[in-house]
């Protein structure tokens, strides 16, 4: 049995959804034990959350007299020092914007490999599985480095509940540097809309949307949903959403359980960020086009009748 860690996410004090999957990928099926590695947060008030995903330890890590919140340099060195103390075989994250810099930090301390954006993972092989040439395949790449570090594309492995009896402890980290890196303020946008890369449904609009204020539409849709909107490529190129709702290649991968695309063409570029999507349903009036033959559900028809007739069904099945 291996002994795994799993770095926590949180936001606002909560443990985001997405570190589910990636307990559940550590876990292995009982095949390894899971140690839960959380900064920033009260470790007793996420045991119960994470314990019954299978984590069977969960660490608060801490670094006396500093803030481990305030520099991703910083929890990298924490991370690399719990590593050793729990003597842990290998570490898993989120391939999220956190996750991406923190884990890029400590592969460079650590000098040891780092597979990051992966879909899936082989702890007795070493093997981890990631998406190639804008999503055209999928590579199989054995890491030959004794600790195995690998960051996961959120939502990409399914999470399954398996209620652990589990242990909460805090750990001390030794660390003398202060950190290269100190974030001095984080300014966000809308913070009302939900994170494409957490969630669970997708909806997104093409370029037929053709303006910014057509939106709306797919908003009423997706909060019925409990659902996130996207954008295409070419409808941010053309002004009508801003770069953060971009799908695709050039802007964000994700892994929902259902993704609705809405006058989309289905090219390559956009098909790459959003492959791994567990249900696609497509809505076009080219029947010819590209989309039709990548996903599992379409829908011959234009978005602007189409749209408003799923959203007055959800609200009769919901009563809202």
């Known amino acids: 049995m291996a002994k795994i860690g799993v770095f926590i996410e949180t936001d606002k004090d909560e443990v985001k959804k997405t570190n589910f999957g990636a307990i559940t990928a550590a876990l292995d099926g009982g095949k390894n034990e899971v140690v839960a590695l959380l900064m920033g947060v009260d470790a007793n008030s996420a045991q119960e959350t994470l314990a019954a995903y299978g984590a069977q330890k969960i660490v608060q890590v801490t670094v006396d007299s500093a803030d481990l919140t305030a520099s991703p340099d910083l929890q990298a060195r924490a991370l690399a020092d719990a590593i050793q103390h729990f ?176 006058g989309l063409s289905g090219s390559v570029q956009h098909f790459a960020g959003m492959k791994t999507s567990k249900v696609i349903v497509a809505i076009n009036t080219d029947k010819d086009a590209p989309i039709f033959q990548k996903c599992d559900y379409g829908i011959i028809g234009d978005m602007f009748e189409v749209v408003p007739v799923l959203t007055e069904i959800l609200r009769e099945q919901t009563g809202q």
């Open 87 to 262: 003597a842990l075989e290998g570490l898993i994250g989120l391939a999220s914007a956190r996750g991406r810099d923190v884990f890029a930090r400590l592969s460079a301390f650590l000098n040891v490999t780092l597979a990051s954006d992966c879909v899936g993972i082989n702890f007795e092989d070493k093997t981890v599985r990631k998406s190639h040439f804008s999503g055209k395949t999928i590579a199989t790449i054995k890491l030959n480095s004794d600790l195995l570090l690998c960051a996961l594309r959120p939502n990409a492995i399914e999470a399954q509940k398996a209620l652990a009896d589990s242990q909460v402890e805090s750990y001390a980290a030794s660390v003398d540097a202060p950190g290269l890196v100190k974030v001095l303020e984080v300014k966000k946008g809308d913070t009302a809309k939900m994170d494409l890369t957490e969630a669970d449904v997708i909806i997104t609009g093409g370029r037929p949307i053709d303006a910014a204020e057509n939106y709306k539409m797919l908003e009423e849709c997706a909060e019925l949903l409990g659902a996130a909107v996207g954008a295409s490529r070419a409808a941010v190129d053309a002004g009508f959403a801003p770069h953060s709702m971009q799908v695709g290649q050039t802007g964000k991968t994700v892994s929902p359980r259902l993704y609705i695309g809405c």
